[in-house]
Structure formats: structure tokens, C-alpha cells
């Protein structure tokens, strides 16, 4: 039986099913450590960054769809749990951030550490609120969990540190704190919507579909309403994981990080079915061409361009209706096309300079080859991702998780911690370029403390690649993009854990073997060639002169002094 404030908040996250606390200690949550520590049910994991706490419960909870919680002390613990907490966020999952606070009657006084938590999480949180006595502690927590798992966001709780120590509050009767979050609402447009969107579907010729996140436990229908179109199929990264790679309709995925064949089809379509994507870049979507959106956030439809119809529901629900209402065809030819330009592209990807140097696509290709069924791939923003999405082929079985609407560096390996609590029993891997895995290296050494026997590999180019892609875009020379590494193979052993350097092709089958045997983290260093430049699949005259001027910059200009 809880007795103090920290002893109730510790057993109302256990009535909630919550198995991890991620976090840091610090001095205003001294008491909700202790209570951490006099039970056994929720298992406090201590981090080496609060941002890597908070990535950690963000993954968790993008993988499992359920609550995950991170905490952190006042002033810079709660400021450091920002940027995780930004990811889950905008990525739409339920995170609750437990903040610790100065006590209540020195508030506003100027004391050290203090800070405007509210304020700070004023914008990051879909609930954000203090709890200022034992009286309002139920209301407040009970709140915060319904509006993270209701709205799908980040819930933030901020404790005063003498709060914490007051006795408990008396519990609720038994059942009434259960009964606010199991109500599910169906919604379905309009039959009438749905037919005019049909009508549409069958007078188009070359019918695309492009799906995202929100087709998720939908995929039956999403398949079979594309062969009932002779579609192609075209995926966001996000939701690169929810289809097999190989599937017969899938083309790859869109935009920048995409596939050419799929950014292709897109353009020649003459009707887009989007279904569940709030994909945001403009300028990949055709021109003059109808579109029918299927969401189930109405404030997303037709927010990046102008739809014919607009479907609000759930893609499982609407997609059997929209099947009924569309004949199904024979000879597609568009999808054969398609699939042609697919095939084409796939036997041509990842071929190496003739040095033997190590491919990235390769690199990722492999990395697939040598992965079981079940496997977890957490994967960092930067190159990385663009080759993970474009070579790292998925048997419909693996997860695909990365920080995809904040697209933050550092996300991938306190990401994977997160998804191996979750799943212990399942293969992890880390997809990270050098940049982002040094961002949080120290937790490292957090995995090797569990031991949790995560894969991780490093794409060593030494640099910010991506970037280096984004200033060339510009017009302008490389500039402050180089880095100078470490060996991280002597630095996973130093932190306890194992690891192998490859360079070559041939070696990287033994390092993935050796790296699944191992008991502890084991870093692959894959020591990538970096000359190995990605090119976009739709290139617009504007990219081509912007590169042509980076080129004839970069060979004229000085070396800078500002980058020594």
C-alpha cells in the first residue's frame, strides 16, 4: 500500500502496465527513486542522457503502441528530456515525462535550477500540468495517461519535490480508475464519399497508391484493393516495415529518401489514392492528377495538397468499403511497367566503385540477408536512413523504426534500448552513421549495464554526409561536416561490450554472425566508402545548377580557417 505521494505514482504506473522507467536520478526526484527501488514490477532503467530516456520510451512506444514513461529532475534534467520527447511527439505516440520540481513555497523565488516547466513543456505536450497537493495527484495522473494514449501525444506531470514526500491520497474505489480508457470509436464516411471516390478509381488508367503510418493492421485490405486496381504500391519511410519489400506491388518508397521507380510512378499516375500519410513534401506529388485521401485525423486531409475526396476513418475500415466499389482489372499494364522499372533498379543497386571499398547499400542489403524474420531495426536519421530505406529489404515480419518526423540524430541506439525491454526476446539491430551514433554514445554503455545484446552498425564515413548533400544543394562548398572518429570497436570493448571492424563485402557475413552470438552489445564498424554519393530520384534543374555551383566552388575556394 503506497504511503507517500512517489509510492502512489510508482503503483499507479503499475496498475497501468508500465514495466520501464527511463531517466536520470536527481535531487527533486530523490523520493520516487526510493519508491522505485522498494518494489519490483516497474524496473527504473538509468540512462547517460535524459534525451536518451526519453528516445528510449518514445521507441517503446512507437513499436508497442502502449504508454511508455521517462523521467527527469528539475531545471536541465527536464530540459534535456525535450528532445526525445519532440520525437514521440511529432510521431504521434503516448509518452508520459515525469518531471521533478523545486518545492512548492520557494517557486518563483529565482532558486538554482529553477525553471517554467509548464511553460517548457507548454508546446511539446498534448496535457501538461502540476501537481501542487496529494488531493489533485489521481485526477492529474489519471488525466495525463488518457490524454497520452486518447490523443496519441506526450503528457507531461511536474512534482514538486516536497509533494512527493506528503503521504499518499486515498485510492479511488476499485475499478473507476480503469474505466476511462477502453471506449474505441468506429468511424466511417459516408457511403455516398466512398462511391464517388470509386467512381474516380475506375475511370483512371494508372491508379497509385501511397500509403503510410496510418495503414498499420491494414495491410490485407491495402494489398488487396491495389491488386483490385492493378496499382502500384508506394510507401513513406515510416511505413516502409508494413509491407514485404518484395511484394509485387511495392514499388519502394517516396520523396528525397525514396526509390526512383515509385517517385515515378507517382508522377505518371493519373489518380493518387492516399491512404493513411500526411506525407509533406509538395513537390512529389503529380500535378493535375485527382487525389482521394483516407485518414482518420481530419485536420490532415487535404493539408499538403488539394484532394477531389476526402475519406475520414480508419484505413482497416474504409479500404474493404472502397474495394466493393471499384471493378477489378485484368492486364495492368502500368503496374507491369512499373514493376519492370523496379526490378531494373533493384539488380542495379549497390554496386561498388571496383575498389572493393564497402558499398552503404550494399552494406544495408547484407545487413537484411543476415537478419532473422523477427528482428527489430532501429534506425538513425542521415544517410543511413536513405540507404536502409532503399536497399534494407523487409520480409513483412522486421520493424522499421526511426525518428521520422523530427528526423533527429543520436535517436537510433537509445532507441533500440527502449525496443529490447519491450521485446527480449527478439532481434535488435542499430542502423547509425558515425554522426548520430556519436551524439549518445555513452549509453552504450546503459546497454552493456542490462546486458542487452543489441546489433549495432556503424556506417563510418567520417562526416555529416547528409549534410554535406544538403550544402552541395545549395550551391556551396562542404564545410564543417568532417569528423574525426574514434575505433569504435576498442570503445565497445572498453564499455564492455564486443565488436568488428569491416571493410570489405566478404567480411561483414561473419561480423553479423558473431554479432548475434554475442551476449553483450556488439558494434559492427562498417567502414563505408565514402564516395558513394546517393543520388536523388527525382532530380529537378534547380539540384542539377545547385551542384554544378558547389563543384566549381569548392574547387576555387581557400581552405577555411574556420575549420581546422
Not at 517557486?107 to 509548464?118: M, S
Not at 488508367?205 to 496499382?231: C, K, N, T
Not at 536512413?385 to 536497399?391: C, D, G, L, R
Amino acid at each position: 500500500m503506497a504511503r507517500t505521494v512517489s509510492d502512489r505514482i510508482v503503483e499507479f504506473l503499475e496498475e497501468r502496465g508500465v514495466a520501464q522507467v527511463f531517466g536520470i536520478p536527481g535531487d527533486t526526484i530523490d523520493s520516487l527513486m526510493e519508491s522505485l527501488r522498494k518494489q519490483n514490477a516497474v524496473h527504473f532503467v538509468v540512462m547517460r542522457h535524459e534525451e536518451a530516456g526519453a528516445f528510449a520510451a518514445s521507441a517503446q512506444a512507437k513499436l508497442t503502441g502502449k504508454l511508455a514513461v521517462c523521467v527527469g529532475c528539475q531545471g536541465p534534467g527536464a530540459i534535456h528530456l525535450l528532445n526525445g520527447l519532440y520525437d514521440a511527439a511529432l510521431d504521434h505516440v503516448p509518452v508520459l515525462a515525469i518531471t521533478g520540481q523545486i518545492p512548492r513555497d520557494e517557486i518563483g523565488t529565482g532558486r538554482p535550477q529553477e525553471i517554467d516547466q509548464l511553460r517548457l513543456f507548454g508546446e511539446v505536450a498534448v496535457y501538461n500540468q502540476e501537481v501542487r497537493s496529494p488531493d489533485n495527484l489521481e485526477a492529474v495522473l489519471a488525466r495525463a495517461v488518457q490524454e497520452a494514449l486518447s490523443r496519441k501525444g506526450v503528457a507531461h506531470v511536474s512534482v514538486p519535490s516536497d509533494v512527493m514526500r506528503l503521504p499518499a491520497p486515498s485510492r479511488p474505489p476499485a475499478g473507476e480508475e480503469e474505466s476511462r480508457f477502453h471506449s474505441r470509436t468506429i468511424v466511417h464516411p459516408p457511403l455516398s464519399e466512398i462511391r464517388k471516390a470509386g467512381e474516380i478509381l475506375d475511370r483512371a488508367d494508372r491508379v497509385v497508391i501511397l500509403y503510410g503510418e496510418g495503414a498499420r493492421r491494414a495491410e490485407a485490405p491495402l494489398a488487396g484493393l491495389a491488386w483490385r486496381l492493378g496499382a502500384p504500391l508506394v510507401h513513406t519511410t515510416r511505413s516502409k516495415d508494413i509491407l514485404p519489400s518484395r511484394h509485387p506491388s511495392v514499388m519502394g518508397g517516396i520523396g528525397l529518401m525514396g526509390s526512383r521507380a515509385a517517385n515515378r510512378a507517382v508522377q505518371e499516375c493519373d489518380a493518387l489514392l492516399v491512404v493513411g500519410s500526411d506525407f509533406a513534401f509538395r513537390e512529389y506529388y503529380p500535378e493535375k492528377v485527382p487525389i482521394i485521401q483516407v485518414d482518420i485525423d481530419p485536420s490532415r486531409i487535404g493539408r499538403r495538397v488539394p484532394v477531389a475526396v476526402g475519406l475520414v476513418g480508419e484505413a482497416r475500415e474504409v479500404l474493404p468499403l472502397m474495394s466493393e466499389e471499384v471493378h477489378e482489372r485484368t492486364g495492368c499494364a502500368f503496374l507491369e511497367q512499373m514493376r519492370r522499372e523496379r526490378e531494373k533498379e533493384l539488380a542495379g543497386q549497390g554496386r561498388d566503385r571496383g575498389d572493393a571499398r564497402l558499398h552503404p547499400g550494399t552494406l544495408s542489403r547484407m545487413i537484411g540477408e543476415h537478419s532473422p524474420d523477427d528482428t527489430l531495426f532501429l534506425v538513425d536519421a542521415g544517410t543511413v536512413t536513405v540507404w536502409a530505406n532503399n536497399f534494407l529489404e523487409m520480409r513483412g515480419t522486421q520493424r522499421f523504426v526511426w525518428s521520422s518526423n523530427l528526423g533527429s540524430l543520436g535517436f537510433a541506439l537509445p532507441a533500440a534500448i527502449g525496443a529490447k525491454f519491450a521485446f527480449r526476446t527478439r532481434p535488435v539491430v542499430v542502423l547509425t552513421g558515425d554522426g548520430g551514433f556519436g551524439m549518445l554514445l555513452g549509453d552504450l554503455a546503459t546497454a552493456v549495464r542490462y546486458r542487452l545484446p543489441l546489433v549495432v552498425v556503424v556506417f563510418n564515413n567520417g562526416s555529416y554526409q547528409f549534410i554535406e548533400y544538403e550544402e552541395e544543394a545549395e550551391g556551396n562548398p562542404v564545410f564543417g561536416t568532417k569528423l574525426t572518429n574514434p575505433d569504435f570497436v576498442a570503445l565497445s570493448r572498453a564499455f564492455g561490450g564486443e565488436g568488428k571492424t569491416v571493410r570489405l563485402p566478404e567480411e561483414v557475413p561473419e561480423a553479423m554472425e558473431l554479432a548475434f552470438a554475442s551476449p553483450v552489445p556488439f558494434v559492427i564498424d562498417a567502414r563505408v566508402n565514402p564516395a558513394e554519393l546517393y543520388i536523388p530520384p527525382l532530380l529537378t534543374p534547380r539540384m542539377v545548377v545547385a551542384f554544378a555551383k558547389s563543384q566549381i566552388r569548392s574547387f576555387f575556394a581557400k581552405p577555411s580557417e574556420a575549420e581546422g
